[in-house]
């Protein structure tokens, strides 16, 4: 196993570096650096420089129009951008679905939705999860009932992230209730703005909207956009989530968030206090520790071995990571990590919660605003892709045996 980078994976490095530098946009850098809210325009917008680039199907090979990396470029592109603040690439499209149309979808399909995938034209959202089937996927009751050239689709999909500005969602429907419950499931790709789909925001407890409730009232999808086989939707959803759960790590946010930490409890005086720096240091250790589970990974890969079976390990280490620095950081900021904003209790209040009256403090409002609404929102890594709870239980099977 060989972990170091060679010279041309450097400069290919320094090339990504350079790139990034000069295109990612100051105000959205600023927003990603300070945890500050992201529009949908934030997000698409670096979506669509990096599709004009070629490069928001990273992870795509030529034949489809991808840049053709390596896994280990794969990796160095996507430390880069998150380094330099870039907006984490908003995975549906690029990272889960496109892989699924490349491997099971027709030529026809592929020539139809890879393009504006590439782009960052069209938004994708995922619609698995329902009420009652989350660990317990294959029990989805949403239903496809094929009449001639159409399915009719009718059900419920929920926790869907950002669907309110979805376009096209995936979905796993049933469209048999013989055999077991995952022998009829199938892959179908929806248009949201047909007839009969509502998209309705859930609050959470950070204060966003960030997922929704989706509701299929007779929902006419064509039968052209049905992927692979009827009733074979299982074994394409399981291609799908093993690239969600390698995605989930994302070691290189948390590199970026340790530095931001750090930054953080030198202005709020933390720094001072020998048993702080122990927590912070205790968390650095496992960064570094899961870099290093990532590049084993990479290296694995490299030498054609594939390595999924422990993408469940990479998540439940990844999410807690991640949970763990935003803890970190509301200790450090203390109350101010949740200040209170007076103008935001007046009626028709429209103000920005991060430039509140309170300044003057350590690191002030300003800076700290932000944390206790990325702490909420950091509380969903260990449920979302699959809990931790059944990640664990399959890496007892996999990997301990
Ligand atoms: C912020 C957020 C965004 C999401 N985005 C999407 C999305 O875009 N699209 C989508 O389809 N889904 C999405 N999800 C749904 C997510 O995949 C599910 O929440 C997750 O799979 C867990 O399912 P559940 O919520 O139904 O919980 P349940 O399955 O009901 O689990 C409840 C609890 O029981 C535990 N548990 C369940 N079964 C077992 C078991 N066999 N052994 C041990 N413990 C068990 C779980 O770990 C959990 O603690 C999102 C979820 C969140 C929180």
Not at 284 to 305: C, N, P, Q, T, W
Request: glycine fraction near 10%; hydrophobic fraction near 40%.
């Amino acid at each position: 196993m060989d972990l170091a980078f060679t010279p041309e994976e450097q400069a290919f490095r320094e090339e990504v570096r350079a790139w990034v530098q000069n295109n990612l946009p100051k105000e959205i850098s600023h927003k990603v650096h300070n945890a500050l809210r992201l529009t949908r325009d934030d997000l698409q917008g670096w979506a669509k420089i990096l599709g004009k680039k070629g490069w928001l199907g990273f992870g795509w090979p030529k034949e489809f129009g991808g840049p053709g990396w390596t896994a280990v470029q794969k990796h160095l592109f996507e430390e880069e951008c998150a380094l330099a603040g870039a907006p984490r690439i908003i995975p549906f499209g690029p990272v889960m679905v496109a892989p699924v149309i490349m491997a099971f979808g027709n030529a026809e399909q592929q020539k139809r939705f890879l393009p504006g995938i590439a782009s960052g034209d069209v938004w994708w959202s995922q619609g698995y999860s329902e009420p009652g089937s989350g660990s317990d996927l294959a029990s989805i009751k949403t239903r496809a009932e094929r009449v001639g050239d159409k399915y009719i689709v009718n059900g419920q999909k929920t926790w869907t992230t950002l669907g309110q500005h979805g376009d096209w969602m995936f979905n796993l429907v049933r469209t048999s209730t013989e055999g077991k419950p995952q022998t009829g499931i199938s892959f179908l790709l929806l248009d949201m703005k047909s007839p009969g789909v509502t998209v309705r925001p859930i609050k959470l407890l950070d204060g966003e909207c960030e997922v929704n409730e989706v509701f299929f009232d007779n929902v006419e999808v064509p039968a052209e956009n049905l992927i692979g086989e009827e009733n074979k939707g299982w074994t394409y959803a399981k291609h799908l989530l093993s690239h969600e759960r390698t995605n989930i790590a994302d070691v290189n946010r948390s590199k970026r968030e340790l530095e931001r930490l750090k930054r953080i409890a030198k202005t709020e005086g933390v720094w001072d206090d020998q048993r702080f720096r122990d927590q912070i240091a205790l968390l650095e250790v496992d960064i570094v520790a899961l870099e290093m589970m990532v590049l084993r990974v990479l290296s694995a890969e490299k030498s054609g071995k594939n390595s999924l079976d422990i993408a469940g390990l990479l998540k439940i280490k990844g999410s807690e990571i991640q949970q763990r620095y935003a803890e970190l950081m509301m200790l450090a900021a203390g109350p101010f990590a949740m200040p209170f904003i007076e103008e935001a209790m007046e009626a028709g209040w429209q103000g920005d919660a991060t430039a509140g009256a309170l300044g003057g403090f350590p690191g002030g409002v300003t800076a700290n605003a932000p944390l206790a609404s990325t702490y909420f929102n950091l509380r969903k890594t260990t449920i979302y892709g699959g809990s931790n709870e059944v990640q664990r239980n399959i890496v007892a099977q996999t990997v301990l045996g």
